[in-house]
């Protein structure tokens, strides 16, 4: 998974929203083993509608929006707190469920292959319309955020203009010379090298396979920095892919699913209150304002995630009620 960034300079911005609309890109997420809950501390807030404990998976992308939900509640008149670094999705969702937290933000794709693993949909609306679906009488979720944090097929910028890439179906003709970087699964993955050449034609030999078993980490962006892959699997709002002038190629067919921002939540505190103010924070999040929240954090700056978080409330007006 990757980790995490915003960045208030103009040129990230404007870098962040070209790399977006060049991909036509409209977002996977996954946590690791921590899980605070064993340690003890305290749990939900009970039955009370107006008091939300909001919890994060432990990866920074997720504490950093977890913060914004936190922030925009309580300018809204919600006693909320956070809870962070609870682990995977497998510690958190049945966390939500027990009402040891009451909200959490997460990933519509990888959320509804939790709930359902035999899960098809790839396209967004198909994606959202499945979740709904397969969510249990205990949990809800609001309406997600336009920003993804979506795997991706991602070349250098030279690789792009040489070849004149937009799409990953662009690769096709280029196929036997493609040296593909991603995590050892991904050789075999549906959504990997099978995925690519079942919709786009992209036939990579599996000889030009290269594993590389840090999730889209800096192993993988230094090797596609320095020509040893010409082409990896990244995430869409990993900040190195602005930071090193990369192209995230358009995936128009869904090879990869749809992983937009979803504030799932226990059911018992829905309220239309509790709606407004997540509706509200969903449309701000795009997939730009991710990329530049994960720089701020990730980059030069090294600003704390609550930190980074309060100062984009503040930024979208969502430090003020909702109407």
Do not use: H
Request: glycine share 8%; hydrophobic share 40%; proline share 7%.
């Amino acid at each position: 998974m990757n980790t995490t960034r915003r960045t208030t300079s103009r040129s990230v911005r404007v870098a962040a929203t070209a790399l977006v609309a060049a991909a036509a890109l409209t977002l996977s997420a996954c946590g690791g083993d921590s899980d605070p809950l064993s340690s003890g501390g305290e749990g939900g807030s009970g039955g009370d509608p107006n008091t939300i404990v909001v919890g994060s998976a432990n990866f920074t992308e997720s504490e950093i929006i977890a913060n914004i939900y936190a922030d925009a509640l309580k300018a809204n008149g919600f006693d909320a707190s956070t809870r962070l670094s609870i682990g995977s999705r497998e510690a958190y969702i049945p966390a939500v469920r027990d009402g040891s937290i009451d909200l959490i933000p997460d990933y519509t794709g990888n959320l509804l292959l939790y709930l359902d693993p035999e899960a098809t949909a790839t396209a967004p609306d198909e994606v959202n319309t499945a979740l709904t679906a397969a969510l249990s009488d205990d949990l809800l979720a609001s309406t997600p955020a336009p920003g993804e944090d979506k795997d991706a097929v991602v070349v250098t910028r030279d690789t792009a203009t040489r070849w004149n890439l937009t799409n990953i179906a662009d690769l096709a003709p280029y196929a036997g010379e493609v040296k593909f970087g991603g995590p050892p699964e991904f050789a075999e993955r549906p959504v990997g090298l099978p995925g690519l050449r079942d919709k786009y034609g992209v036939d990579i030999p599996a000889a030009n396979f290269v594993p590389i078993s840090d999730g889209g980490g800096p192993a993988t962006v230094a090797a596609l920095a320095a020509g040893d892959i010409t082409a990896a699997n990244l995430f869409t709002t990993t900040p190195a892919i602005v930071e090193n002038d990369f192209v995230a190629l358009g995936d128009p067919d869904n090879n990869f699913p749809a992983q937009n921002v979803v504030p799932v939540y226990n059911a018992s505190k829905k309220s239309d209150k509790l709606t407004a103010v997540l509706d509200a924070v969903s449309a701000k999040l795009t997939t730009v304002e991710l990329l530049a929240l994960n720089q701020e954090v990730s980059g030069d700056a090294k600003t704390e995630p609550a930190a980074a978080a309060n100062a984009w409330v503040v930024e979208q007006g969502l430090d003020k009620p909702v109407s």
